[in-house]
């Protein structure tokens, strides 16, 4: 694949995305026309092995070359090369300009206000959280591990696009592909993170055996951005841990690939 032979750059993701032969993910929600967003699967790439074939990692032993050939594909679909992030399961959220950074980002989030600029994540299990102002003057993106997740990082997101441009009822929030509550065993420490502070999470945890829960990681995000002020929150229902053919997923295979979540303000439309 390189690009989408036939379509016209400017088509709709979701065209170029057919025409390309790839099943990536272009969010359905409410966000002005001038969003673009997309998340990647695990198809339309040249790694093999267990980074067949759409890895975009850096951090595995994927082939360097297989690599590289990911990213480019990935690029004919964007503006700019993406503001990857130095991401450590934290709460800090970089704020993006229209000069891209010397360095990656120490940061699990990323808001910005410049046309252009391609904020992005990586996952293989955790929640990738798009959001977009209704003014279509702001776009946002989290990586939402249950630890990011539990500290507050969505809040933390909402906070940065919220101000100085709206608040957090005029944002739109999509939940990408993440592990589903069915395949996501925790300990008590992971309720505990969740429920000594909010009595309520409790409902988003199952018993499953002794001393395990299933946690319905999706939940918890709607539940938090509800709590932030944020009503209109789309997505969702993806389960990257069973559905081995479509996405990489860590807790299924240690050595995985990652897959990319994306959002940007469109230059042509500002």
Known sequence: M????GVAAT???GDR???AGVDWIVPAWAAPPNVRAFATTRNGGASAGPYATMNLGRSGADDRAALAENRRRLAAHLPAPPVWLQQEHGVAVATLGPRAPDAPPIADAAVTRAPGVVCAVLTADCLPVLFANRAGTAVGIAHAGW??????VLEATVAALAAPDAGPGDLYAWLGPAIGPAAFEVGADVVAAFCTADP???ANFV???AGKWHADLEALARQRLAAAGVAAVTGGGFCTHTDGARFFSYRRERESGRMAALVWLDAATV
């Open 2 to 5: 390189s690009g989408a032979p």
């Open 11 to 13: 088509a709709p993701l």
């Open 17 to 19: 995305f057919r025409a």
């Open 147 to 152: 630890r990011g997740l539990a500290a507050g």
């Open 200 to 202: 309520g999470a409790a």
């Open 207 to 209: 018993p499953h055996r």
